[in-house]
């Protein structure tokens, strides 16, 4: 180690020691001081191994001079161990969102919920896989495709420097307590608001929200959302200021005929590039005809098409935030427009990232246990980038080197590599002094 620069010794040390900080909530959970390191060593392995294959992960993220097949055993005896259940597991992470919200301080929390499908292609014995839609990559027609794989849904606060998991659930259509994609939107609801009773909640989903169920458990926990509209034939009542009446009338008529109240720019960032697009505004006070309850319907029009944005040209958002000013019309569309961190999130845990598809544990409690996992060193990497001195952040980037172009290439990827780089190099060099290299010549 003598060889080793003073200061980098300092800071691979440096950073392992913030990391068992961060984890506390997750460590915690174990009921002992050995399942504790492993557990530890999971999430490091994770980072430095950039795979959620066990043995790669525990074999990169212990300092010690065992083989790679005791380090595998001990992660799937951690995967695995009764003494800890998938439920305490999750609700570390919870721990973690409460955490982070707290040092942020944050009175109102804008909450993305998605739901996401894992794909295992060639999987067909494994515990639980089921036939799910995957849109990314699309079919030779442009269409999504059915494969095999897992489906999840997470719930995320976007507001923030940092992302926090307010509800995570990677899970089976073919086990017996799974009863429908709404119903784990209805949990994600619940559960937000249990961490949160004394804040502000505004839930934001993409057309999948469109459906007066998830207006009524919004209301439910005094929230309010946005959500794009999915269903432009739906007969709704609009309110005529003129004539002071509710006159019925479909989404689509409405969007065709909107009066465009205000123009404003708005920065994009894709693929590296940031540039600025115009955007025209519209609203109608509106309720529906079922049970009478108000909503406001924000019409979008892009302007400005630029073909790394994913807008259509012309679309609605169904809130039930009263809209009545041009700028209560941009609050809820800048909203909305947050919803793409949390996709942002899945493309880090699926592809140039943590590779979560990847995975080779063949039961289903593996698996949910490993996504969490997976979350909880994604939830690592953006907390560093948030907080850390930018010298020390650009200095773990430019040791990450150059990736494969993405969103984030300048940033999360490229912290996610040197901080990988950094542990390793200094986790071999502990391994040379168990086994020192033979004498040459």
């Known amino acids: ?5 003073q200061s980098g010794q300092e800071l691979a040390q440096a950073t392992q020691e913030v990391l068992k900080q961060f984890l506390r909530p997750f460590i915690d959970i174990f009921p002992d001081r050995r399942l504790q390191r492993n557990g530890e060593a999971l999430i490091r392995g994770l980072i430095v191994g950039q795979s959620p294959h066990i043995t790669k992960a525990m074999w990169t993220g212990v300092e010690q001079s065992t083989s790679a097949w005791a380090q595998a055993k001990r992660g799937y ?4 161990n009764p003494r800890v259940t998938t439920w305490q597991w999750t609700k570390s992470l919870y721990r ?7 040092e942020e301080g944050a009175d109102t929390l804008v909450v993305a919920i998605d739901p996401v499908q894992f794909e295992k292609p060639y999987a067909r014995r494994v515990e639980g896989v089921s036939q799910v839609y995957k849109s990314t990559p699309p079919d030779l027609k442009g269409q999504a495709r059915l494969t095999w ?4 849904i997470t719930a995320t606060v976007v ?6 998991t307010t509800y995570a659930h990677w899970f089976s ?6 009863r429908s994609q709404n119903r784990e939107i209805q949990r994600a609801v619940r559960m937000t608001r249990a961490l949160f009773p004394d804040k502000r909640l505004c839930f934001v989903l993409d057309a999948v929200g469109d459906d007066r169920k998830f207006f009524a458990w919004v209301e439910a926990v005094q929230g309010t959302f946005v959500v794009r509209v999915g269903h432009p034939e739906r007969a709704v009542e609009v309110w005529n200021e003129r004539l002071q009446r509710w006159e019925s009338i479909t989404i689509r008529e409405l969007m065709e005929v909107v009066l465009w109240q205000g123009t404003f720019k708005v920065e994009v960032h894709r693929g590296g590039e940031t540039w600025y697009k115009k955007v025209r505004l519209g609203w109608y006070r509106l309720r529906l005809p079922e049970n009478g309850q108000v909503l406001s319907l924000v019409v979008v029009n892009n302007l400005t098409k630029a073909k790394e944005d994913d807008e259509e040209r012309l679309f609605g958002l169904l809130t039930n935030r009263a809209v009545q000013s041009l700028e209560q019309a941009q609050g809820v569309y800048n909203d909305w427009r947050l919803r793409h961190r949390i996709e942002d999130g899945y493309r880090f845990q699926q592809e140039a990232g943590l590779n979560i598809e990847q995975v080779m544990v063949h039961s289903l409690e593996g698996m949910q246990r490993l996504f969490v996992a997976v979350l909880w060193a994604m939830h690592f990497i953006t907390h560093i980038l948030a907080s850390w001195p930018q010298e020390v952040l650009k200095w773990l980037q430019w040791l990450g ?3 494969p172009p993405t969103r984030y290439r300048n940033g999360l990827y490229r912290l996610f590599w040197g901080l990988g780089r950094l542990w390793l190099a200094f986790s071999t060099l502990h391994l040379m002094l168990y086994h020192p290299p033979p004498t040459f010549g």
């Open 77 to 80: 005896r951690l995967l695995h």
């Open 96 to 102: 973690l969102a409460q955490r982070t919200v707290r």
């Open 173 to 178: 259509y073919q086990t017996g307590t799974f």
């Open 159 to 164: 507001n923030l420097l940092r992302p926090a």
């Open 149 to 152: 794989g897992y489906p999840a």
């Open 401 to 403: 080197g150059q990736i």
């Open 1 to 5: 180690m003598e060889s080793v620069p």
